[in-house]
Structure formats: structure tokens, C-alpha cells
């Protein structure tokens, strides 16, 4: 096994065991290591393509001790980088997950209060029809009630009509009889006495 592989197996191991912590605490300390191991790599990218060739070689000549500490400084910061982005990646599912769930329950508000609506049109609608059924049942009870009334007025007064009439022909009737079986009044002059005491002395 090369130097390496045990190198990587030792900070996977360190990884595997060490407990993931997002708490703000753990942000703060770790926001100083973001991109840092990608600059270690690409300082020591740039020192072995800018290295300068050896003397009759072209073999380039690199300071092997400051690429190995370049290396191992950067396998050191990986966990830490690698921990960071699984909070950013947790941070944002959680976001992700919290929007939805408060968008889902706008909807979910937003359709009760519209059931809400439409019940409430509906019992308006149902009242607002009840109330017309029960103002054209009471003008029609009013207008049947009024015409009994003037048809019982009218027959009860085509009766006492009747009655009347039939009175006033027996009324009639006893007066004539009466006017018959009177006897009839002499005609009574009143002479003046003082005339026929005057005529005597003639």
C-alpha cells in the first residue's frame, strides 16, 4: 500500500466518524475553509507546470517537500469543505422543503376560504330564494284571501239585499191592506157661526 492510499484512508476514516454538526457555530468556523483546498490545488498545479526544466533534461525540477505539504494541507481541508457543502446542500433541501410546505398551505387556505365563499354564496342564494318563495306565497294568500272576503262580502250583501227588498214589499203590502179596510173621514167644513147668525136676520 503507497503513502497515499493510507494518507486517504486515514481522512476518509476521520470523515466517516466525525459527527456532522450544521449548527451556526459550526458555520462560522468553517466558512474560512470554503475553496480553500481547490487554491492549494491549483498553487501547486501552477508550481509543477511552471517548474523549471533540469539541465540537460526535460525532466522540470519540483521541490517535492512543498507539493507533498500542499497536498496534505489540502487533504486535510477537504473534510471540512466537503462537511460545509453537505450543511449548504441540507440548508437549501430544508429551505426548499419549508417553502413548499408554506405555499401548500396557501393553497390549502386559499381553497378553504374558497369553499368557504362559494358555501356562503350559496347559502345567500338558497336564503335569498327561500325569502322570494315565502313574499310570493304570502301575495298570493293575500290576494286569494281578498277575493274570498269580496266574494263572501258580495253574497252577504246580495242577501240582506234580498231580505230587504222582500221587507219593503211586505211593508208595502200591509199598508195597502190597511189603507183598504179604514173607513173613509167625512169632509168637515167649518162654516163660520157668525154667517148664519147674520142670515136669520134677512
Given at each position: 500500500?503507497?503513502y497515499d492510499?493510507?494518507y486517504?484512508?486515514?481522512?476518509?476514516?476521520?470523515?466517516?466518524e466525525?459527527e456532522?454538526?450544521d449548527?451556526?457555530a459550526?458555520?462560522r468556523?468553517?466558512?474560512?475553509?470554503v475553496?480553500?483546498a481547490?487554491t492549494?490545488?491549483r498553487?501547486?498545479v501552477?508550481i509543477?507546470?511552471?517548474?523549471?526544466?533540469?539541465?540537460?533534461?526535460?525532466?522540470?525540477?519540483?521541490d517535492r517537500?512543498?507539493i507533498?505539504?500542499l497536498?496534505?494541507?489540502?487533504l486535510?481541508r477537504?473534510?471540512?469543505?466537503m462537511?460545509?457543502a453537505?450543511?449548504?446542500?441540507?440548508?437549501?433541501?430544508?429551505?426548499?422543503?419549508k417553502t413548499?410546505?408554506?405555499?401548500?398551505e396557501?393553497?390549502e387556505?386559499?381553497?378553504?376560504?374558497?369553499e368557504?365563499?362559494v358555501?356562503r354564496?350559496?347559502?345567500?342564494?338558497?336564503a335569498?330564494?327561500?325569502?322570494r318563495?315565502?313574499s310570493?306565497a304570502?301575495?298570493?294568500?293575500a290576494?286569494?284571501?281578498?277575493?274570498e272576503?269580496?266574494?263572501?262580502?258580495d253574497?252577504?250583501?246580495a242577501?240582506?239585499e234580498i231580505?230587504?227588498d222582500?221587507?219593503?214589499?211586505?211593508?208595502q203590502?200591509g199598508?195597502?191592506?190597511?189603507?183598504?179596510?179604514a173607513?173613509?173621514?167625512e169632509?168637515?167644513?167649518?162654516e163660520?157661526?157668525?154667517?148664519g147668525?147674520?142670515?136669520?136676520?134677512r
Amino acid at each position: 500500500m503507497s503513502y497515499d492510499d493510507n494518507y486517504d484512508d486515514q481522512y476518509e476514516d476521520q470523515y466517516d466518524e466525525e459527527e456532522y454538526d450544521d449548527s451556526d457555530a459550526y458555520v462560522r468556523t468553517t466558512n474560512g475553509y470554503v475553496g480553500d483546498a481547490e487554491t492549494l490545488l491549483r498553487r501547486a498545479v501552477d508550481i509543477i507546470a511552471t517548474a523549471p526544466t533540469m539541465p540537460l533534461s526535460s525532466s522540470p525540477r519540483i521541490d517535492r517537500d512543498e507539493i507533498i505539504e500542499l497536498l496534505e494541507e489540502c487533504l486535510h481541508r477537504l473534510p471540512e469543505e466537503m462537511r460545509h457543502a453537505r450543511w449548504m446542500i441540507k440548508e437549501r433541501q430544508e429551505f426548499v422543503a419549508k417553502t413548499r410546505r408554506e405555499a401548500d398551505e396557501l393553497l390549502e387556505a386559499a381553497r378553504v376560504q374558497a369553499e368557504r365563499m362559494v358555501q356562503r354564496t350559496e347559502v345567500v342564494r338558497a336564503a335569498e330564494q327561500r325569502a322570494r318563495q315565502m313574499s310570493e306565497a304570502a301575495d298570493a294568500d293575500a290576494r286569494r284571501l281578498r277575493h274570498e272576503t269580496e266574494d263572501f262580502l258580495d253574497q252577504r250583501l246580495a242577501s240582506f239585499e234580498i231580505l230587504l227588498d222582500k221587507l219593503n214589499r211586505t211593508v208595502q203590502a200591509g199598508r195597502s191592506r190597511l189603507n183598504i179596510g179604514a173607513p173613509q173621514e167625512e169632509e168637515f167644513v167649518d162654516e163660520d157661526p157668525s154667517m148664519g147668525f147674520f142670515d136669520q136676520d134677512r
